[in-house]
């Protein structure tokens, strides 16, 4: 079986402090160096319904009803936290030999909860991050090229749309531009 380079993450959280909220979705791709997908995981995490009361107020929240009230809504028919875990670190079992490389936008946010409430998960990974966000802040600051990614806050479609947010960025380099 063709073992995966690059495990790309993306959680869905109640907020992004790993103190007080807690991660309500996780997807997963595994990729190769070529970023084409090996497989795919993804789940919903359960938590208690006053967390999400809670936590998931505010300017960012009311900027994005929808995504809110989908999170909230598929909430009750989620996995718990162990569960989810022992699935993904299953998922990276199968796909992945001993260097696992976390990729995402941002990542180093998603792996302070990854760190918090995934300890397994994060034993596995590389200590090494590819944060397409990185190539963002250049590729805008230096030569005035943006990507324009949807925004939906949903995890699986977050990852894809980081994806193609570095293929758009190396093209640039395999092009020569």
């Not at 869905?12 to 970023?35: C, F, H, N, S, Y």
Request: a negative charge; aromatic letters at 10%; zero cysteines.
């Amino acid at each position: 079986m063709k073992k995966a380079k690059l495990l790309w993450i993306d959680l869905e959280m109640t907020g992004l402090e790993p103190e007080k909220d807690r991660i309500l979705e996780v997807a997963a791709i595994a990729t190769g160096w070529d970023l084409e997908p090996i497989a795919e995981y993804q789940a919903v995490v359960r938590q208690e319904p006053s967390l999400l009361e809670a936590r998931m107020v505010g300017e960012f929240w009311d900027k994005n009803k929808a995504s809110h009230d989908s999170l909230v809504a598929q909430n009750a028919g989620g996995k718990d936290e162990k569960t989810a875990e022992d699935e993904l670190v299953e998922f990276m079992s199968k796909y992945f030999g001993d260097e696992i490389i976390l990729a995402g936008n941002s990542i180093h946010q998603d792996r302070k909860f990854i760190d918090r409430e995934m300890p397994r998960v994060a034993e596995k990974l590389h200590y090494r991050m590819l944060d397409v966000s990185a190539w963002k802040v250049y590729f805008e600051g230096a030569l005035g090229k943006k990507f324009i990614k949807p925004e939906n806050h949903r995890a699986f479609d977050d990852i894809k749309g980081s994806m193609d947010e570095l293929k758009y960025y190396l093209g640039f380099l395999k092009n020569g531009r």
